[in-house]
């Protein structure tokens, strides 16, 4: 039986799944990323536990097809990632390192294009070959899949479309340098901060003004008809809905896939997102269907267990 | 010798190239495009040229590896358009229909796409693999390539990019429906419909106010120093520059292409355009280079029959 390995690496954990070709989740399992000393021992201590898990299993290494690897980074043709915000690497040439660390043919990608591979393979993209999705957590990050092929770009940062700009008149500026970023709007940290902006100028009473504001709770409050929290769903839906109305012509989906922790308040987030897509969508992406990413935290492993098998 | 023929059909002529495997242009020519009778000639007028073509030469099929052609309209995966807006057609398999007229292996693709693959291959793009080319003329194309491959999407509408909102505060309808779109002002129908609004609008003084008023004669009066007309070219860079923004942070581009009748001005529109994108660019998109298109005419036919040449 051949076999491959889906390798998800984030900031805190690895997390680690043995696949069958056909897909077929055997097992998963996470060890800690360690990111002192320029995260030196990552590598190492995934190559330790894949090779620890074939003893167990009484697996050959002949028997393993391939091992794909995610990072949260930009990561270009080669599997080369330039710099990372919460691994401790600066240059690596991950796919080289992997490949003689642990003598797997190995590819490397970004997360989001991951997490997108994913859902195509065995999620809500099921069957289809065009589709965005966009992962909503602290930032803003997109997979787009177009005739089937991930997009990488010249330096692996296709779909960073967190720093698409929706609002030329805003005045805070984004992490990146910019203002009026999507992220700004769209993430968690920017539900939180336009809910926080709305409480502080508005006098409209909101059971915001009680306790924690985060995306959590603004959609809770939002479920619960609270007008404020309304307006935020209705900014967010806006500056979404439109992003992802341009970006629709410029990649022409069939699905759109909604992932991440903000998506984790269900379908109401589609309504106020397709609300103002369909306001604003070219004719010829009017039936583009949204769908809420359907693998969760397993996005990762099943879509690098994917790549591992792409030729 | 293997050959290939690149055709590049338009609503008033179709222009073919019969090319050698390394690109080399052999022959030129132009016929015409017959779209009376929902254009049912079209097909067979070509076929007819190819096979008169190699007559004339002493070449046989089996020395033809391919035909690439390309429509004036959204072409999907299968080689199939929908409807066109000048040749008459509605829906029509013309990959199916131009291999049993003809014998030949045929490739189908948008006009607009197949110009940044011809751009890409002999033209500025060279050794290129991550490129955007606009085609600024009546309206505003795009082709996108991203890690070598032209972008064609569900539908084969991927690149509208005409359609891509800048201005949501637009009162004017586009043609498609919509407000706003990058079209109404980066165009050459756009270009002229701005500066007939500020000459009536305003009332600095304009050699504009003299004569005919369309895309050259504003580029015109911009190299002459006129200020009316400089306002204009600045409207134009600033809405056409952002959206290559945003453009670039979805495809990451290494280098974006600027052809069709706009660009006949020559640099000077780079300049406007730059400027703007520079602005409002992604750190990881601000060394993105802009270059004029350099095959003029002669885009389309390269393109196709490099399609030609493609397994």
Known sequence: MQVCFGVDVGGTTVKIGLFKEDGTLLEKWEI?????????????????????KLSEKGISHADVTGVGID?????????????????????????????????????VANDADTAAVGEMWQGAGKGVSDLIMITLGTGVGAGIIVDGHSLTGKGG???????????????????????????????????????????????????L???????????????????????????????????????????????IVIGGGVSKAGPIILDYIEKYYKERAFFANRDVRFMLAELGNDAGIIGAARLALDE
């Open 157 to 207: 940062a296709a779909g960073e479309i967190g720093h698409f700009c929706v609002n030329y008149q805003e005045t805070e500026k984004c992490g990146c340098g910019n203002r009026g970023c999507l992220e700004q709007y769209a993430s968690a940290t920017g539900i939180t901060r336009m809910a926080k902006l709305r409480l502080e100028k508005e006098n409209t009473p909101s059971t």
């Open 32 to 52: 800690p990323t360690r990111t002192e000393h320029q995260g030196e021992m990552i590598i190492p201590d995934i190559v330790q536990a894949l090779n620890e």
């Open 71 to 107: 990072i949260p980074a930009p990561v270009d043709k080669d599997g080369v990632v330039q710099q990372t915000a919460n691994l401790g690497w600066g240059y690596k040439n991950v796919k080289q390192e992997m490949e003689e660390a642990s003598g797997f043919k190995v590819k």
């Open 209 to 255: 003004r009680q306790g924690e504001v985060d995306s959590k709770t603004v959609w809770d409050a939002v479920k619960a008809g609270d007008i404020l929290a309304k307006e935020v769903a209705e900014d967010f839906g806006r500056y979404l809905g439109h992003a992802l109305a341009n970006l629709a012509v410029v990649t022409d989906p069939e699905i």
